[in-house]
């Protein structure tokens, strides 16, 4: 997992770089088309056919997805990287406040557990406190997309678990989302316009991708074979990453009150995945 989150953390800088030369919607369409192929072939390895009896939950978790990837990628290119990862990574906040509605459903209007609600209200505090000083700078539009990516991060995830309770294997899963990514990336590029190829521009086309697609399977195989609770919270060493990448790398400042913000989020977003344990047990 900490070398998943390295890697989609250089993928974040190599998406601010490969802006220079391309739209967003050409970023999410090469991307997505190299994850596609992957996919393709994992489930080749796997014997997994590509034909589905759930078209309809693909299509829907294709499409968010496709939403999800595009203001993700878009937020990275108008804010600071640090800010545009943690403000994704706020998925987990999202995550849990709609597990615990959904909990809350369930069990007839049982109230939602304090610490659940602290949590969540921790989280948007600090959300709060990250937005402040990109508005005060005049890049709001990103940080609002990089707001709605995680929302719509936390009902991807909800998604995937609805396909995978239904006996969907991962490869299909991830082949269909990424050929819904490069549709809606390739729809984007023609109403923005397409850019001329350049060698440098290639080539951080090709790290996107490289880096995008090594981080996914990592993060995969770190879910599948350690502690999901444990994992989840390692993945927050990525604001870290970007962080450094962003001051580093590409010269970003980072003020003291946007500092305070992102490490308000990476604490409530890791303590709700822990109380998240006790939602999905029905102890909310």
Do not use: K
């Amino acid at each position: 997992m900490l070398l998943a989150t390295l890697l989609f953390a250089l993928m974040a800088m190599a998406i601010r770089f490969a802006s220079a030369d391309y739209g967003v919607g050409e970023i999410v369409l090469y991307r997505s088309l190299v994850t596609a192929l992957l996919a393709a072939l994992a489930c080749r390895h796997q014997a997994v056919g590509l034909q589905t009896p759930h078209a309809r939950l693909h299509a829907l978790h294709a499409a968010v997805g496709a939403l999800t990837l595009g203001l993700y990628f878009h937020s990275i290119t108008q804010v600071p990287v640090a800010t545009a990862v943690t403000l994704n990574y706020a998925s987990s906040i999202w995550l849990t406040l709609l597990v615990a509605a959904g909990v809350s459903v369930q069990q007839r209007g049982r109230p939602i557990g304090t610490a659940t609600l602290g949590a969540v209200a921790v989280g948007f505090v600090g959300v709060v406190l990250v937005l402040r000083p990109t508005l005060d700078s005049g890049q709001w539009p990103g940080a609002a997309m990089g707001a709605l990516s995680g929302l719509l991060a936390a009902l991807m995830y909800l998604l995937v678990g609805r396909l995978s309770g239904a006996g969907e294997p991962t490869c299909r899963v991830v082949f269909y989302a990424a050929v819904g990514a490069a549709l809606a990336g390739a729809g984007l590029a023609a109403a923005q316009g397409w850019h001329a190829h350049a060698p440098l521009g290639v080539a951080w086309l090709a790290a996107v991708a490289m880096l995008g697609a090594g981080g996914q399977a990592l993060l995969t195989r770190a879910y599948a074979r350690g502690d999901p609770v444990v994992a989840a919270s390692l993945q927050y060493a990525g604001v870290g990453y970007a962080l450094v990448i962003g001051a580093v790398v590409l010269g970003e400042p980072i003020t003291a009150v946007g500092l305070a913000g992102i490490a308000v989020i990476v604490v409530a977003a890791m303590a709700s995945i822990r109380l998240r344990r006790g939602l999905d047990a029905g102890t909310p």
